[in-house]
């Protein structure tokens, strides 16, 4: 009787976690699915850099998403964003040569983090940390295309 006690909610666990990883799965789908445009990413980008806020969780949070947006991005274009040389495969969003380097330029600044372990399903997530002249240089860029590119679809 102990064992079976035992065994039951460890089957359950087994047989549960694909629809876990199904959910998380069809929750990144839908992330990815919901990038559009360059220029759409690029205004995100600039809000998530440029967040009022002190420091702790909301300084995290966007740094993670700034993280997150150029790797949905780096999906939607062809995997060409973290992967400097390789020719793009299936494309859905087309991306200029200027906005291809600006988003590579982001990208080499996203490294693993463990701050926060205990809050999120995963160990390492990636921030952005670049330092306070990187950020203003990256700002200054993003806030520049988007004055240039409103209207524009890119």
Known sequence: MKLQLLVTP?????FMSPLWATEAESGVEVYVASIHSVGDVKSRLYGHLNAEC??????????????????ALDIRVGGVIA???????????????????LMRRIWKQCKPSSWGYWNRPALLHVTYQGDEKEVAGVSSLLQTASIQGRGKTR
Do not use: K, M
């Open 83 to 101: 992967s400097p040389g390789q020719a793009p495969q299936s494309p859905a969003v087309s991306i200029t040569a200027g906005d291809l380097q």
């Open 10 to 14: 460890a089957i359950c666990l087994v």
């Open 54 to 71: 002190g420091t702790g969780a909301c300084v995290e949070n966007n740094a993670a998403e700034v993280c997150n947006l150029v790797g």
